[in-house]
Each structure stands twice: as structure tokens, then as C-alpha cells.
């Protein structure tokens, strides 16, 4: 029999994926996956549809059973554990209210159905109400409410009875941009306040690197790259990885050499230079550099800068920034982003230099 799992064990808690694999009939959902997850972190799984984000999470919440491997928290191995007995706090993207309840009874039902005296059920009750911020909405049934707020009850509800683990999937999909934007700082204040671990499945990459402690990417069913939200946006480990975190600029670089901690090889008529470089000496390679990195000019920079020239062909205005299409000598196209403010009048057709530090590049595999 599987062990029982008492509610209120642990204030955060500490999991570990071993080998975890999920098979449906011939599809491979997830192989054999390993993660740990750090008591009181806020872990994103970030990835595109059908990489296995969700798989896993719904692994984690005992809704499904892994094929191969085992899941352990805090020591115990919680494989076989049913979820009821796991005690986790779900947040789900439909919001799953109950729509007869009120506000009030809706966040109070998981302490009714524990068994919570009146009295710690109706302080409990009002705290969470406080800290989402719905006074004055208890009375109020769910279809009276914005779709924020029904999400601000759904979070209360979830973390009323003080769980181990919260699980939130893609809890933000159906709101627009600006509701989304202030619930996602509501939700990483009260990850901060509860200290609650906290897994969050998004496909969003703006979103998973403004909330989390930790990003792992999926794709395909495998874990490609895990770390901080800076870590695996500055430094991705794989080509997939670099593009599927936002736009990129990728120069097919010859000849690479590598010296020490740098390599350099050739892209058109320049050398150019990056840093943290991995063993592809005498092979062909790409310098990856994100658009905000780079800068045009008329001139090349001095010092510790790569440059190329490049022909300007439109730019688009974002308000706070100016994003450059431009094309190289030999027909790549390459994007730079500017401060607007900082940004001078760029005549269109016209022959520039686009430079960036050394140290804002890095090589990667020139095949995926």
C-alpha cells in the first residue's frame, strides 16, 4: 500500500525525478528524465506544445503514472501515491471553481473537506481573501467576478490549506496581456510570502523567465538545459534552446580555433571572437548573439568589440525600442534592438557597422 501523506508535513518541499519515463503506446511523452527540484523554488517548465511540460507535472501531481522510474519527496518515494494523498495545491488553466459556490466557500473548501475547525477555517478563510486582494468580493459567485479575479480565488483556494507543492498549469493563458502581466507579479509575491516550492508550466518564454528561481526547457520529451532564468537565456547549451528563448542572431563562423577560454573563426572577411566557448576547433560553428546586444555605427568599435558591416533595410518602432532589419554582405539577415532614446536616424539603405562585445557571444553546434 502506498504511503499516506498527512497535509502540513513540510512548509516547502524538496522532489527528485529519477529516470522518469512515460509511454503512450509507441509515443515517448518523456525519456528518462531526471530533475530535482529545490525545497521552496519557483521552477518553471517552459516548452512548446506536445515537449512534455505537462506531462510531467501531471506525473508530479499523481494524476498520471510514470512508465519507467520513480519520484521521491523529502526522502519518501511517492511513486504509487495517489494524489489526494499528496496534498498538492493545483491551480489549473480553466480555473475549475465551483460555480455554486461564493468566493469565500469556494477558497474554504479544502479545509472542509480536512476536516478544519470553523473557526481556523474562517481565519484561514479571510487571510487568503486579504492577501489576493478580493475584499469585498466573498459574497460574490464566480461568474461575477473578472476572469483575474477568478483566478485570484483559484490561487487562494489552492494555497489556503498550506501545501508542500503548488502546481500551476498555464494558470494565465485565457487572460489579456495586462491582466496576465499583474498576475504574474501576484503570483511570484506570494511564492515569496508562503515559500511554498512552486512548479509552473508555461510555453510563454517572457513569462517563465520573469517569475522563476530556475527555468527547465522541454522539448520532444527530453530535459535540454536547466538553470537560472539569466543562465539559459545568456548562455543556452544547445541551438533549440537559443532560438526557442526569444530572437537570436545566428553568424556561421569557418576555421574555428580555440584558445583557452575563447574561439574565432571566420564569418565573411571578419574574425570574430567569443567567449565560454565549447570544443569545436576545426569544425563549423555558429556565434549566437541576442539583438539587445548589438549596436550600429559608423564606424567599426575599438577594443574588445566584433563588428561587420551590414546594409539597413527597415526598422520598426516599440515604443522604448527600435528593432533594425538589416542584411549583411553576403544576404543574411541579422536584427538589432536599441533603446529608441539612444538610437540615432538611420537612413534606410544605408551601409553601417554592427558591432557587439566579445563577451555578449557565444558558440554554438552549427547543426540543432
Not at 45 to 55: A, E, H, R
Not at 291 to 302: G, L, N, R, T, V
Request: glycine share 8%.
Amino acid at each position: 500500500m502506498p504511503q499516506s501523506m498527512q497535509p502540513g508535513d513540510a512548509k516547502a518541499a524538496e522532489i527528485k525525478a529519477v529516470s522518469i519515463g512515460k509511454t503512450f503506446g509507441a509515443f515517448h511523452a518523456l525519456k528518462n528524465l531526471s530533475l530535482d527540484i529545490g525545497r521552496g523554488e519557483f521552477l518553471t517548465l517552459l516548452g512548446p506544445s506536445g515537449s512534455g511540460k505537462t506531462t510531467f507535472l501531471m506525473i508530479l501531481a499523481g494524476f498520471t503514472a510514470p512508465t519507467t522510474g520513480r519520484l521521491m519527496m523529502d526522502g519518501r518515494d511517492i511513486t504509487d501515491v495517489p494524489a489526494e494523498d499528496r496534498s498538492y495545491g493545483m491551480v489549473f488553466q480553466g480555473y475549475a471553481l465551483f460555480p455554486h459556490l461564493t468566493v469565500e466557500q469556494n477558497i474554504a473548501f479544502p479545509l472542509k473537506v480536512r476536516g478544519r475547525s470553523s473557526a481556523d477555517i474562517k481565519r484561514k478563510v479571510g487571510d487568503m481573501i486579504t492577501r489576493v486582494g478580493l475584499g469585498g468580493h466573498e459574497k460574490k459567485l464566480p461568474a461575477k467576478l473578472s476572469g483575474g479575479q477568478q483566478q485570484r480565488v483559484a490561487l487562494a483556494r489552492a494555497l489556503v490549506f498550506e501545501p508542500s507543492v503548488l502546481l500551476l498549469d498555464e494558470p494565465f493563458s485565457a487572460l489579456d496581456k495586462n491582466l496576465r502581466e499583474m498576475m504574474q507579479q501576484e503570483v511570484k509575491r506570494l511564492h515569496e510570502e508562503t515559500g511554498t516550492t512552486f512548479v509552473f508550466v508555461t510555453h510563454d518564454q517572457s513569462e517563465a523567465l520573469a517569475l522563476s528561481s530556475r527555468v527547465a526547457i522541454f522539448n520532444q520529451g527530453e530535459l535540454l538545459q536547466v538553470g537560472k532564468p539569466q543562465d539559459v537565456y545568456e548562455r543556452p547549451t544547445n541551438r533549440f534552446v537559443a532560438e526557442f528563448l526569444g530572437e537570436i542572431n545566428l553568424l556561421p563562423l569557418e576555421k574555428v580555433e580555440v584558445n583557452g577560454e575563447r574561439a574565432a573563426g571566420k564569418f565573411e572577411d571578419r574574425t570574430i571572437i567569443v567567449n565560454q566557448s565549447i570544443a569545436l576547433a576545426g569544425k563549423t560553428a555558429v556565434a549566437a548573439v541576442r539583438p539587445e546586444h548589438m549596436f550600429i555605427s559608423a564606424a567599426p568599435q575599438a577594443s574588445d568589440c566584433n563588428a561587420i558591416t551590414c546594409r539597413v533595410e527597415g526598422a520598426t518602432y516599440f515604443g522604448a525600442s527600435t528593432k533594425y532589419h538589416l542584411r549583411t554582405r553576403s544576404g543574411m539577415s541579422l536584427a538589432v534592438s536599441m533603446p529608441t532614446a539612444l538610437a540615432s536616424p538611420i537612413a534606410h539603405q544605408s551601409d553601417v557597422w554592427v558591432s557587439w562585445p566579445v563577451h555578449q557571444g557565444f558558440l554554438l553546434p552549427d547543426a540543432g
